[in-house]
């Protein structure tokens, strides 16, 4: 199951909704760990070719850059504010608002004197019209004895007007004039708080990229104490005998067809008959795998062992695939069992429901735990009583072993080697739990959800 995760990548959320806080900070660790290997392979490879690459290139086809060198030989690097005659740099900064400022009051005090002389253009316009116009009216040019003198008059009282719009001119200029200089303090001030407000945030930036360093170090510093106990678990599973190695692949092959050595008590099924170890004989495929290839083919040319539909689903389609996989698969392995009888364990439960579980477990003490059949992967569902709450661990078994996933990687080969193996040491090392106290089954004895006749 971990090594389908690592290999696509994704965890689907059905899966990471059963997984609790501590598992899924350590599953998203293998998973980095995995990514940072792959970006590490590629940009080997990547290297590796620009070198072949270069290499073909002929020397005058070759581009580089050459830098500016000083008077001791090496790069010429210029810092603003540093170098001789340079302003200190909040100096360069505050000419630079002030500039913009300038600039931006500028533009406006030019837009404003624009629409201000329209106004007084227009304004005396209409005036010298309605003078015009009651000069004809009350035609007292054609009263008038002089006609040079109403031109006289005409002429002073044009005069009168224009010096009244030069008037009206320059106290438009000087409104607008006092106008710019209130908006370019405006706008400078504006460009402080800005300023201030950038520099605010960068510091806050600076805050936030430490807290992430810090956050990073811890969990890093977790990981490392996660693996630290791995190891310590894993010496501690392989002394006490309870430890599954994996069998490499040329072994498991010459295996076949050979009679184990090993009949220790651990290897008898409830029937009492010897049996095989599974996984090394070419017995028949299970039920639930056969019925899968005759829903695909009706003819059987091939062994079904060499056939698509011997590889398993993903996860559990329906309860009738569960029950068929654990008859089939995990009965042969004593899974439910106790390590040294053949009855079943009083902490399996076999089908039940998360609620089921809780409701169990919830007048018991801390510590008390109860094993059921996971409907999410092919495995179990170890359900924990805290102090508080509940906490449900996956137990991953797919291959030939049984072992947490997202919490350690240790294998054991029976589902009893790995109960008993937690009942001294703990599952996760920041919740320290250990298994104390068996939860029994409350429904009549025998009802394990179909699992057992």
């Known amino acids: 199951m971990m090594q389908r995760i690592l290999h696509d990548m994704y965890v689907e959320p059905e899966l990471l909704a059963e997984l609790n806080e501590e598992q899924k900070q350590i599953l998203f660790y293998k998973i980095r760990q995995e990514q940072v290997r792959r970006w590490t392979e590629c940009e080997t490879k990547e290297e590796s070719s620009e070198k072949t690459s270069s290499s073909s290139l002929r020397e005058g086809e070759r581009k580089g850059v050459q830098w500016l060198r000083g008077t001791d030989g090496d790069v010429w690097v210029w810092v603003m504010g540093e170098g001789p005659g340079d302003r200190p740099y909040e100096q360069i900064v505050k000419g630079l608002m002030e500039e913009k400022a300038r600039r931006q009051a500028q533009l406006e005090a030019q837009e404003l004197w624009r629409k201000k002389e329209a106004e007084i253009k227009q304004k005396f316009r209409d005036a010298i019209a309605k003078e015009k116009a009651r000069l004809v009216a009350g035609k007292w040019k054609e009263e008038a004895e002089d006609r040079k003198a109403a031109k006289q008059e005409e002429e002073r009282i044009q005069a009168e007007l224009k010096k009244r719009e030069e008037e009206e ?13 209130k908006r370019a303090k405006e706008l400078y001030v504006s460009l402080q708080q800005e300023q201030r407000q950038s520099e605010h945030d960068d510091k806050e930036w600076e805050e936030q990229l430490q807290r992430s360093k810090v956050a990073d170090e811890e969990m ?22 309870h430890f599954k190695q994996q069998i490499p692949v040329s072994r498991r092959h010459s295996a076949i067809g050979t009679e184990p050595s090993d009949k220790s008590q651990d290897n008898v099924p409830p029937c009492g008959k010897e049996r095989p170890r599974a996984g090394l004989q070419p017995a028949e495929p299970p039920l639930y795998r056969r019925r899968q290839s005759r829903r695909h083919s009706g003819t059987a040319a091939h062994p079904l062992m060499d056939s698509p539909a011997w590889v398993r689903a993903p996860r559990p389609s329906s309860r009738e695939s569960l029950i068929l996989w654990f008859n089939e698969d995990q009965k042969p392995k004593r899974a439910g069992y106790e390590r040294t009888s053949n009855t079943v364990a009083t902490w399996f439960h076999g089908i039940i429901s998360r609620e089921d579980s809780e409701m169990l477990l919830m007048n018991k003490a801390e510590g008390s735990f109860l094993v059921r059949v996971s409907e999410r992967i092919w495995g179990y569902i170890l359900s924990y009583r805290t102090a508080t709450s509940f906490k449900h661990f996956l137990i991953d078994a797919s291959g030939d072993y049984y072992s947490f996933l997202g919490v350690d990687q240790n294998r054991h080969a029976t589902l009893a080697d790995l109960i008993d193996f937690h009942k001294e040491e703990v599952i996760t090392t920041t919740g320290k739990e250990r298994l104390k106290e068996a939860c029994r089954q409350m429904a009549p004895p025998g009802d394990y959800g179909g699992l057992f006749p």
């Open 169 to 181: 001119r320059q106290m438009g200029e000087e409104e607008v004039r006092c106008a710019e200089e």
């Open 220 to 241: 890093m510093r977790r990981a490392r104490w996660a693996r630290d106990e791995y190891k310590r678990q894993s010496i501690r599973a392989m002394e006490k005998g």
